[in-house]
């Protein structure tokens, strides 16, 4: 049986050297950290909004189906006025919670504003709970990179 020493020394002789520089700080971006808003830390603060099944389930149907579009709709909107940083649902959640908003703004005053235009909200079908939260800037960006990651709608076949 032949020693597999030799064999690793030689890839290990010819592999680069990526750890003999040591770790490569990043360099600070004062054009970026100003247009997120980011404190000396690279954080700011933010609204956590956990969206809870409400008193009103909608039934199934058209008037549901617009009700989410509009839902939908609103998020987009809120992340396109640089308002909305994250949002997204939760899994099946046996107390009920459905999702999460997090809002790039300074008090839950504001959250609270910001979520009223939301469909689900305005027809009961969801409940908002409000947390202040402090967190990195860096959320602010998940939107424009969100984007990037959605696939261009397919076109259905021809029939």
Same mark, same amino acid.
């Given at each position: 049986?032949?020693? @597999?020493?030799?064999?690793?020394?030689?890839?290990? %002789?010819?592999?680069?050297?990526?750890?003999?520089?040591?770790?490569?700080?990043?360099?600070?971006?004062?054009? %970026?950290?100003?247009?997120?808003?980011?404190?000396?830390?690279?954080?700011? @603060?933010?609204?956590? /909004?956990? %969206?809870?099944?409400?008193?009103?389930?909608?039934?199934?149907?058209?008037?549901?189906?617009?009700?989410?579009?509009?839902?939908?709709?609103?998020?987009?909107?809120?992340?396109?006025?640089?308002?909305?940083?994250?949002?997204?649902?939760?899994?099946?959640?046996?107390?009920?919670?459905?999702?999460?908003? /997090?809002?790039?703004?300074?008090?839950?005053?504001?959250?609270?504003?910001?979520?009223?235009?939301? @469909?689900?909200?305005?027809?009961?079908?969801? /409940?908002?709970?409000?947390?202040?939260?402090?967190?990195?800037?860096?959320?602010?960006?998940?939107?424009?990179?969100?984007?990037?990651?959605?696939?261009?709608? /397919?076109?259905? @076949?021809?029939?």
């Amino acid at each position: 049986m032949k020693s @597999p020493t030799v064999p690793l020394l030689l890839a290990l %002789l010819a592999a680069p050297p990526v750890f003999a520089a040591g770790p490569v700080a990043p360099a600070y971006d004062e054009a %970026l950290a100003r247009r997120v808003g980011a404190d000396e830390y690279g954080m700011r @603060p933010y609204v956590l /909004v956990i %969206l809870k099944t409400g008193p009103k389930r909608m039934p199934d149907g058209e008037a549901r189906n617009a009700m989410f579009a509009g839902h939908f709709a609103n998020m987009e909107r809120l992340a396109g006025e640089g308002k909305l940083a994250l949002a997204g649902p939760f899994m099946k959640d046996p107390d009920g919670w459905r999702g999460l908003f /997090v809002f790039a703004v300074e008090d839950i005053e504001q959250a609270r504003a910001l979520t009223a235009t939301d @469909p689900v909200i305005a027809n009961g079908e969801m /409940v908002a709970e409000y947390h202040r939260w402090y967190g990195s800037a860096a959320n602010m960006l998940l939107p424009e990179l969100h984007k990037q990651l959605v696939k261009p709608a /397919v076109a259905p @076949p021809a029939p």
